[in-house]
């Protein structure tokens, strides 16, 4: 499913358990030596610093990564530039006829992260905004525990359809007549999204709704250097090797991301290791492990 076309099904990305909600296990770092993220079906990794919750820290967990000056200014005015997106929309709708379309991916999570420490600098409250996500039976478990774990830790409310996006979103118009925009996780790297706007119209033959895109030009690099400058809790599977997460069924990791060891391994390798999903080196490669829609 696309998360970023309305006019398509939403994408089901999968979630996992964050330091604040995961097993006390001892953390086991992949084969190359990275432990940030990994631990059986839960991640480690500290919480936004701008969000206010200081009681979701684990003093293990460090970057994973290398942030220069250059890319820390490059994403702060990415923050800026989100920020601003927020204000024009609320010149436009009042937050009573907002919702939040989450699917527990990357890109969802950096835009509800944003968008949560933008409404508190604002004093907004959280669950003014609800989220909404759609189940599928089809969907890693991880997911479903990820978007629990969010709901606790932004304070939101969750809306939950089982269908796909476009009859979830007819039946939600009708129980909540008054929201009348989406934020949407897109980005213009995503399929079908390359010609997207900021702020677009759902196609005639959907509920009529704004999409609110603030992330669209954000690069894969982009999300992954937000995450791990801001430390926001991620789905495991990204650790895992996972770099664009939809179904169980049509999901696998990036086999560009297959350790050296267990490559070199071959068919011997009887329990393959990836690298964690920043350490793609070619975002053309993001959806390489995901079965071609037919």
């Known amino acids: 499913m696309h998360k970023c076309c309305i006019q398509t099904q939403t994408q089901q990305t999968?979630?996992?358990?964050?330091?604040?909600?995961?097993?006390?296990?001892?953390?086991?770092?992949?084969?190359?030596?990275?432990?940030?993220?990994?631990?059986?079906?839960?991640?480690?990794?500290?919480?936004?610093?701008?969000?206010?919750?200081?009681?979701?820290?684990?003093?293990?967990?460090?970057?994973?990564?290398?942030?220069?000056?250059?890319?820390?200014?490059?994403?702060?005015?990415?923050?800026?530039?989100?920020?601003?997106?927020?204000?024009?929309?609320?010149?436009?709708?009042?937050?009573?006829?907002?919702?939040?379309c989450f699917n527990g991916g990357k890109d969802c999570t950096v835009l509800l992260d944003l968008l949560m420490g933008y409404c508190a600098q604002r004093n907004i409250d959280s669950g003014q905004i609800p989220m909404l996500y759609i189940e599928s039976d089809d969907s890693f478990e991880e997911i479903d525990d990820f978007v629990q774990h969010c709901v606790r830790r932004y304070k939101v409310k969750l809306?939950?359809?089982?269908?796909?996006?476009?009859?979830?979103?007819?039946?939600?118009?009708?129980?909540?007549?008054?929201?009348?925009a989406v934020f949407v996780g897109s980005r213009n790297t995503d399929p079908y999204c390359d010609k997207l706007k900021a702020m677009q119209k759902t196609d005639s033959d959907w509920p009529d709704m704004m999409r609110l895109n603030p992330l669209l030009e954000w690069s894969y690099h982009d999300i992954w250097h937000y995450i791990h400058m801001y430390k926001v809790p991620y789905c495991s599977l990204y650790a895992r090797g996972y770099t664009s997460i939809g179904y169980k069924s049509n999901t696998f990791p990036n086999p560009h991301l297959l350790c050296a060891e267990c490559a070199a391994a071959g068919a011997e390798a009887a329990t393959p290791c990836y690298r964690p999903a920043w350490e793609l080196a070619d975002p053309t490669m993001e959806r390489a492990g995901r079965h071609s829609s037919k």
């Open 14 to 100: 999968t979630l996992t358990k964050s330091t604040a909600f995961s097993k006390k296990k001892k953390i086991r770092s992949n084969c190359n030596g990275n432990s940030n993220g990994i631990g059986g079906k839960s991640i480690m990794s500290n919480c936004h610093s701008n969000d206010g919750d200081d009681n979701h820290t684990d003093a293990d967990a460090t970057c994973p990564v290398a942030i220069t000056d250059a890319t820390r200014d490059h994403i702060k005015r990415r923050v800026r530039t989100a920020y601003e997106f927020f204000d024009q929309t609320l010149m436009q709708y009042k937050i009573a006829q907002l919702i939040f």
């Open 159 to 180: 809306i939950k359809y089982k269908d796909s996006l476009k009859v979830a979103l007819t039946q939600m118009t009708h129980d909540m007549p008054l929201i009348k």
